[in-house]
């Protein structure tokens, strides 16, 4: 079982560029979550997914955009990046959307926006 | 979400128990404890957590005050494998639309020879 993969591991984009980040989870997760993490500031929630057709904003959502037609995919895209999305993003799932549930997460895609 | 307080660093010998201490002072009923920990340029990955009872799994101990203002986790016999940045999340146990987690600033655990 992988659990939750992520793709490119790393990224070299120019600013301006539209890049489209992939997650797949293979646990049958109904909720899915995007994170971004930067030096201080910890990981910070993108968008989050409950299920499979339904996403939601989290506390730093602009400039992306997210789309969950199946259950095991959630890919986050930026539509015209920047340099200030230059960072670290992880994708995790969890069973449900419950606050005990646990959060599995990925490998990470590092980005770099020039 | 109730704030957590954590030191910043912590060293432990190898094979030595690593204990590290967390404070939730304005922790609520209906909260939980989580631990998660992020080994370098790694996903962060779940360790334990607990509503008021100490909690045991493979990987470590969950130790919570009777008053549950603060908590320790223990990892009983730390390896090298160990080294990572441990991080203490409470979280309440209604559904929490959103499900996010709030990592702070954790601590970063260097287990030496």
């Known amino acids: 079982i992988a659990g939750i993969t992520q793709a490119p591991t790393s990224q070299i984009l120019a600013a301006g560029r539209r890049m489209t980040l992939r997650c797949t989870q293979d646990?049958?997760?109904?909720?899915m979550y995007w994170y971004r993490q930067d030096l201080g500031l910890g990981l910070r929630l993108i968008h989050y997914?409950?299920?499979?057709?339904?996403?939601g904003k989290g506390e730093v959502p602009d400039g992306y955009s997210v789309s969950r037609a199946n259950t095991d995919d959630f890919p986050l895209t930026l539509a015209s990046a920047v340099p200030s999305q230059t960072s670290v993003y992880f994708c995790?799932?969890?069973?449900?959307?419950?606050?005990?549930?646990?959060?599995?997460f990925g490998p990470g895609t590092r980005l770099t926006v020039l | 979400d109730a704030k957590t307080t954590q030191p910043p660093s912590m060293d432990c010998a190898e094979g030595r128990a690593a204990n590290l201490p967390c404070n939730h002072s304005?922790?609520?009923?209906?909260?939980?404890v989580y631990w998660y920990r992020q080994i370098h340029s790694q996903g962060p990955q779940y360790i334990i957590h607990?509503?008021?009872n100490n909690e045991t799994n493979e990987m470590a101990s969950l130790i919570i005050t009777e008053d549950r203002k603060s908590s320790t986790l223990i990892l009983p016999h730390a390896t090298l494998r160990d080294t990572a940045v441990y991080y203490c999340?409470?979280?309440?146990?209604?559904?929490?639309?959103?499900?996010?987690?709030?990592f702070g600033q954790g601590t970063e655990l260097s287990v030496k020879p």
């Open positions: 646990m049958r997760h109904n909720a």
């Open positions: 997914s409950n299920t499979a057709g339904t996403t």
């Open positions: 607990g509503l008021k």
């Open positions: 304005t922790i609520s009923g209906n909260e939980y």
């Open positions: 999340i409470v979280r309440p146990w209604f559904y929490n639309q959103g499900g996010k987690l709030i």
């Open positions: 995790a799932s969890s069973e449900g959307d419950r606050s005990t549930d646990t959060q599995y």
